[in-house]
């Protein structure tokens, strides 16, 4: 076995994991490197796969395909396949996909190592290959959720929240650190409960931040998908207090009207929403949050997607996305909601919902205009350096197109000056 692809499907909280084998695979002596072409030549292809929606599964398994016609052609040698749709369908995905060598879920995905290389691998292994920009690392503080909201799975396959401790995370930023790494992106499927599970059982975010943003070298920390019921608020004051923690939050609220939020199993109804953003708002002015909402679950009908309407109106979120309730096998909704609401009311009420945030969206990129920013600069395109502000995670949201009137190096910081912009872009200059 000299070469391994892998594929890494869905989030980011996967790709960590995939950076964590492939290191793994490498301290064997095995050539390994991230691929987006399961028919790429190989002596194995590695597919880490996502089970969290539909599109997503049926992504997984066309990739699972691909690879499948390659080694037909005898371009790939093995097949390998583990993450979140091979753990939530361990059994019946081997008798229907045959043409897999091996199968691993979640978490023993450790084994992937033995099976390419006969040897025993180090599941307590932290080190990463890191295959972002250099600048830039998502870190995994939990796994898990124990919030079982009615319309997902991720506690299906995930299981409970598992936080890990704030040494080891510690140790891996300052590892990161010692390679470059200035900006991280704090991931978990449940940020608002880590260290619940933990000796003390108390919310334990906020001083993990904190701790992290102390630690020298670390020059962003951006916070990653918040559950809004019991969101301990220190951590608004933790943000508002380091410079280097960036006044951004991702927290997805899904909807705003009670009988709906009732139905999804959110612990949380639409009054505290409100009062949860503005006292978020009030203590760190400038935030931008990004949130997720949803349209067409049970209990939605048109009077509740009006509230919603004006509830985006109201809240003006920075960054925002939507998407349509699809039921997924085995969760609380599948089990005890019809799911009623016709595909094309759901398409139209999307539709509306994202046209109205792409209005808000160009309102508030137009504010921009005339400030001096501080920007990272990811990369170099023929006409632009691309870069990002505090408010701007990688690949999500909107970017800063920087004239080329003078020489960038890419992985480091610069001011610009907001020249021009659109719904999703700015346009800047450097200063």
């Known amino acids: 076995m000299k070469r391994v692809n892998i594929i890494s499907l869905g989030c980011f909280k996967n790709l960590v994991d995939t950076e964590r084998l492939m290191a793994m695979l490498a301290k064997e002596g095995i050539e390994v490197r991230i691929s987006e072409d399961p028919t790429e030549k190989a002596d194995a292809v590695v597919i880490n796969t996502c089970g969290f929606i539909g599109d997503a599964k049926e992504e997984s398994i066309n990739t699972i395909l691909a690879a499948a016609e390659a080694k037909k052609r005898r371009r790939v040698g093995k097949i390998m396949v583990f993450g979140c749709l091979s753990e939530r369908y361990a059994k019946e995905l081997p008798a229907e996909l045959p043409e897999v060598d091996a199968w691993c ?128 608020m220190e951590v608004m004051d933790v943000m508002a207090s380091h410079s280097n923690v960036c006044n951004y939050l991702d927290i997805a609220l899904q909807h705003i009207s009670d009988p709906v939020l009732k139905n999804m199993r959110r612990h949380i109804d639409g009054a505290r929403t409100r009062e949860l953003i503005a006292e978020m708002r009030r203590r760190v002015p400038g935030l931008h949050l990004r949130t997720t909402l949803m349209v067409g679950f049970p209990g939605e009908g048109d009077r509740e997607f009006e509230e919603l309407m004006a509830f985006a109106r109201e809240a003006r979120f920075e960054r925002m996305g939507a998407f349509a309730y699809c039921e997924e096998d085995d969760t609380f909704a599948a089990k005890n909601f019809t799911d009623a609401t016709p595909e094309e009311v759901k398409q139209a009420r999307l539709d509306a919902l994202m046209a109205l945030q792409e209005e808000i969206s160009a309102e508030i990129q137009a504010e921009k205009v005339g400030r001096n920013l501080r920007v990272m600069v990811d990369r170099e395109e023929p006409e632009f350096y691309i870069g990002r502000t505090e408010w701007d995670s990688p690949e999500v949201d909107p970017e800063v197109l920087i004239t080329k009137d003078k020489p960038l190096t890419i992985g480091n910081f610069t001011d610009v000056n907001i020249t021009s912009a659109t719904a999703f872009d700015l346009m800047a200059k450097a200063l």
């Open 105 to 232: 879920g979640k978490f023993n995905w450790p084994d992937i190592v033995t099976l390419l290389t006969g040897k025993q691998a180090d599941a307590a292994c932290a080190d990463r290959i890191i295959t972002t920009p250099p600048h830039q690392a998502y870190l995994k503080i939990a796994e898990g959720c124990d919030r079982f909201c009615a319309f997902c799975a991720i506690p299906l396959i995930t299981g409970r929240m598992r936080s890990r401790t704030p040494e080891e995370l510690e140790n891996e930023v300052r590892r990161l650190v010692d390679r470059g790494v200035k900006e991280f992106n704090v991931v978990a499927q449940d940020l608002t409960s880590y260290g619940r599970d933990l000796p003390g059982k108390e919310y334990q975010l906020p001083k993990l931040i904190d701790r992290l943003a102390g630690i020298p070298g670390v020059e962003w920390l951006r916070l990653h998908y918040a559950y809004p019921a019991d969101f301990p």
